[in-house]
C-alpha cells in the first residue's frame, strides 16, 4: 500500500511568519516529489516538485526533500493571507507518467 | 486549449441514474488522469491513460466505473447506477510525455451530486 501522510491542520501562522507543511511517504522507491496548492472549491494547482535530497527554491517557497527519512516538506516564507488554503502532498513510485499518489493536505491559514 | 477542460462542472443525478463526465487535455499532452476527491480528504487516483489505452485503472472502485479515450484526446469517465456514495468532485489532470514529464495539471472538476 503506497501512502502518504499529511498533518490535515489546521496550521495557523501570523502573517509574515515561516509556515512548514510536512510530508512522509511509505514507498522508499519513490521518485519524485510535489507540492499542490488548493484553495477552497477549486482545483489543485502545482507549486513546486523535487527530485533530488536537498532544497529547493522558488520565490517564498522551498521544498526539502530527505530520502533516508522518506520526508519532504514545503516552506512559505514571509506568510501572506492569500497563502490560506490546504497544500496537497503527491509522489510519484514508480516515475514517468505513472500516477501520483496524494496526501489529505494540511489546511493553511495564515493571520493577518 | 491553454488548461484542461471539463463538463460539466456540476452535475446533479439521482439514485440509479448514468452519468457520463468529459475531459478535454491541454493539446499535446499524451497522458491523461481520472481522480477522485472528497470533502477532507485528498485527490484519490481511479485510471490513467497513456494514448488511447489504459495503462492502469487499478483505482476504479468497483465495475460501475469506466472510462475510454478512444482517439487519445478526450476522455469520458462513465458511471452507471449511481450511488450517493459516488457524490464527489471528478478531477481530470493531463502531463506530458517529456520535459518536466510527469507533472499534471489539473482540470476545475466536475461536481457530482447523487441525491
Known amino acids: 500500500q503506497k501512502e502518504v501522510e499529511q498533518n490535515s491542520g489546521p496550521l495557523s501562522v501570523p502573517e509574515g511568519a515561516i509556515a512548514s507543511l510536512n510530508c512522509t511517504y511509505s514507498?522508499?522507491?519513490?521518485?519524485?516529489f510535489f507540492w499542490y496548492r488548493q484553495y477552497s472549491g477549486k482545483s489543485p494547482e502545482l507549486i513546486m516538485f523535487?527530485?533530488?535530497?536537498g532544497d529547493k527554491e522558488d520565490g517564498r517557497f522551498t521544498a526539502q526533500l530527505n530520502k533516508a527519512s522518506q520526508y519532504v516538506s514545503l516552506l512559505i516564507r514571509d506568510s501572506q493571507p492569500s497563502d490560506s488554503a490546504t497544500y496537497l502532498c503527491?509522489?510519484?513510485?514508480?516515475?514517468?507518467?505513472?500516477?501520483?499518489?496524494f496526501g489529505k493536505g494540511t489546511r493553511l491559514s495564515v493571520i493577518a | 486549449g491553454a488548461g484542461v477542460s471539463q463538463t460539466p462542472s456540476n452535475k446533479v443525478t439521482e439514485k440509479g441514474k448514468y452519468v457520463e463526465l468529459r475531459c478535454d487535455p491541454i493539446?499535446?499532452?499524451?497522458?491523461l488522469y481520472w481522480y477522485r476527491q472528497s470533502l477532507g480528504q485528498g485527490p484519490e487516483f481511479l485510471i490513467y491513460?497513456?494514448?488511447?489505452?489504459?495503462?492502469?485503472d487499478s483505482g476504479l472502485p468497483n465495475d460501475r466505473f469506466f472510462a475510454v479515450r478512444p482517439e487519445g484526446s478526450v476522455s469520458t469517465l462513465k458511471i452507471q447506477r449511481t450511488e450517493r456514495g459516488d457524490s464527489a468532485v471528478y478531477l481530470c489532470?493531463?502531463?506530458?510525455?517529456?520535459?518536466?514529464?510527469?507533472?499534471?495539471?489539473f482540470g476545475e472538476g466536475s461536481w457530482l451530486t447523487v441525491v
Open positions: 489532470a493531463s502531463s506530458s510525455s517529456g520535459g518536466s514529464g510527469n507533472t499534471i495539471y
Open positions: 514507498d522508499r522507491g519513490s521518485q519524485s
Open positions: 523535487i527530485y533530488s535530497n
Open positions: 503527491a509522489v510519484n513510485v514508480v516515475g514517468g507518467n505513472t500516477p501520483l499518489v
Open positions: 493539446s499535446g499532452h499524451t497522458a
Open positions: 491513460f497513456q494514448g488511447t489505452g489504459a495503462a492502469d
